[in-house]
């Protein structure tokens, strides 16, 4: 069983031939909400495809166009929903987008949402790692996934350090620097991408879970191990981190 730990399922056409495919290529994906839209959207597709799972949250960018009576709903509506999602994610930070302390405040309630109800976080932090590794270690929470970790080699050990998991995106075929995160990485700490539709290893769009093979097997080469061996490792750090 392959897993996608982080597509965009709500951006993709063509979605019921698309997770009919993933199936019989042995294929589960985990579709992220980034807003009250999404997140129900989401819900919608892990009811409906049985290798579908959820994970809802607040992106940063959206955490700016929420006022503060949406988003203290969309945190009771994510802590309810507790029962019928793998994950909370897709939160974190970024500094390309306004208002970090506004990002920070929302961002602290949502881990500890996550905290609380025993779920995984999954991380979006682009240019802002070290503040998410800062706050994540404040709170003390274990059950991280970088998503797309683009920190330099000293935060990539601390995520390490901290046993938290780096989810490689299929476009490791070509991103040097991820190359580089899966050598410092030990296997029992990662986790497979697609962020589909974007980040194709063909550099085409749409991309799409069934590329994540693309993933295993850049690490398969990397790890010098089989992709049969990477394929059942994985396997196993999504059982145990997410079940
Ligand atoms: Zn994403």
Request: hydrophobic share 35%; glycine share 2%.
């Amino acid at each position: 069983m392959f897993i996608d730990v982080h597509a965009h399922l709500d951006l993709l056409k063509g979605l019921d031939k698309i997770i009919s495919e993933c199936k019989k290529k042995k294929i589960a994906v985990i579709s992220q909400g980034i807003n009250p839209e999404t997140n129900r959207r989401v819900l919608s597709f892990a009811k409906k495809y049985e290798n579908v799972k959820a994970a809802i949250g607040i992106y940063p960018d959206e955490v700016l166009k929420l006022n503060d009576k949406a988003i203290s709903d969309e945190l009771k509506f994510i802590e309810k929903n507790k029962g019928n999602i793998s994950a909370i994610g897709e939160i974190g930070l970024d500094s390309t987008y306004k208002n970090m302390e506004k990002q920070k405040e929302v961002f602290e309630k949502l881990v500890k949402i996550a905290i609380k109800t025993d779920k995984p976080v999954i991380i979006h932090s682009r240019k802002a790692e070290l503040e998410t590794i800062d706050i994540l270690e404040k709170l003390k929470c274990e059950k991280v996934i970088m998503h797309c970790f683009s920190g330099n080699k000293k935060l990539v050990e601390r995520v390490i350090k901290n046993k938290w998991y780096l989810s490689i995106s299929s476009n490791v075929k070509y991103n040097l620097q991820f190359q580089e995160n899966v050598k410092s990485c030990p296997m029992e700490q990662l986790l497979c991408e697609t962020d589909s539709p974007f980040l194709s290893p063909d550099k085409k769009f749409p991309n799409t879970p069934l590329k994540v093979i693309e993933s295993y097997k850049k690490i398969a080469e990397i790890k010098k191990l089989s992709l049969t061996k990477v394929e059942s490792i994985i396997y196993n750090n999504y059982v145990e981190l997410i079940r």
